[in-house]
């Protein structure tokens, strides 16, 4: 019974540890992926945060200014974001990668 018990428990931690890693990978950007999120930036963000990701009436936005923030950390701040939070979870992800890599 105990070892049947620590198996269990072994299995669930490693499923668990597994998902929770899968969410954790950054998004890759794809070429259309790349075109989606500059289209996104371009209608949704640039207005504030400007065509450059400099600033505006937003915050500076370019890599260098994420540099602290996680791409997945970034598309959940994405998620409560004026604009941003319209979005589909998928686009979000796609801008998150797109402002942290390019």
Known sequence: MRKTAVVLVTTAMALILGGLATSCTPKTIS?????DASQIFSNDCASCHGQDRTGGHGPDITPSSLVDLSQSSLAAFLTDHKTAGKLTAEQQSILAAWLKNS
Do not use: V
């Not at 070429?31 to 075109?35: A, F, I, K, Q």
């Open 31 to 35: 070429p259309t992926d790349l075109s």
